[in-house]
């Protein structure tokens, strides 16, 4: 498969907040792509980042075609505040006046005239105008940040249709769930720990199956080295007073070694 979009050693941060740190992935044509995370953990960051609104302090990361990318809010945009018209901004010359209109009902945009100027539009318009804009032109890579914000059910269920049926590379942040589900066959997990990216084959429902059984063994490995640890200790006990007139004052000794042992483990 050919790669879209892939970072490598990727390290990035603000201030002493590291959010990336040695991080990598990679993106293949026409995979359709969950990106989560806990808030906070960096995924509009790392959108910012595939757009090259930002660059990195380490590694590199690289995009291969055309980026479509709708924020989860579009508060001013240049191309909305000068555009002259809905039919202006949308330039979709290849799409007739009835297409347009169809589309923009299915997003909830039933009465705006194509005729209306995008500027004096409200916060929640603008965005499902950019939407609109961003799903005509098909780019070969499409980053959606939370696509259904502004959207009732009708809205999102027209949403989450289309995006499962996308032919190109789509990348989404939503906590949508049945968006998740339906529309995507990967996922991107940021570590908020590691600070890593990990990468997830499946819809969502399977990355958080998968991601529990990883922490469920993490745990239950950490149980049996507490187990051995304690093992060792007690081991070591009864050793020193077998072997030692100063048994307590050895035990003591030995106690705090393999403490020692364990933290710097």
Request: net charge positive; with cysteine; glycine share 8%.
């Amino acid at each position: 498969l050919i790669c879209f979009s892939w970072a490598k050693n990727l390290t990035f941060g603000y201030g002493e907040k590291t959010l990336f740190q040695g991080a990598n992935f990679s993106v293949s044509k026409g995979q359709k792509v969950g990106l989560v995370g806990l808030n906070g953990a960096g995924k509009t960051t790392l959108f910012n980042l595939i757009c090259q609104k930002e660059f990195p302090q380490e590694g590199e990361i690289e995009v291969l075609g055309k980026i479509g990318f709708v924020p989860q809010e579009v508060k001013f945009d240049p191309e909305v505040e000068n555009a002259r018209s809905v039919r202006d901004y949308l330039m979709t010359g290849f799409k007739q006046d009835f297409e347009l209109k169809e589309m923009l009902s299915r997003l909830e945009l039933t009465d705006l005239s194509l005729e209306s100027l995008p500027r004096n539009l409200s916060g929640g318009q603008k965005t499902k105008l950019a939407l609109c804009r961003a799903l005509l032109s098909e780019p070969e890579i499409l980053l959606l940040d939370e696509p259904t914000n502004f959207m009732d059910k009708e809205g999102k269920k027209w949403v989450m249709n289309f995006l499962s049926h996308y032919a190109k590379t789509l990348i989404v942040i939503s906590h949508d769930l049945k968006l998740m589900d339906r529309a995507i066959d990967r996922v991107l997990y940021i570590n908020e720990h590691t600070k890593k990216i990990e990468e997830y084959k499946g819809n969502y429902s399977k990355f958080l199956k998968l991601k529990k059984e990883k922490e469920d063994l993490f745990k239950k490995n950490f149980v049996a080295q507490e187990k051995q640890i304690k093992r060792m200790q007690e081991g070591v006990k009864k050793l020193y007073r077998h072997t030692s007139k100063k048994g307590v004052k050895d035990e003591a000794f030995f106690t705090r070694a393999v403490a020692g042992g364990r933290a710097a483990d």
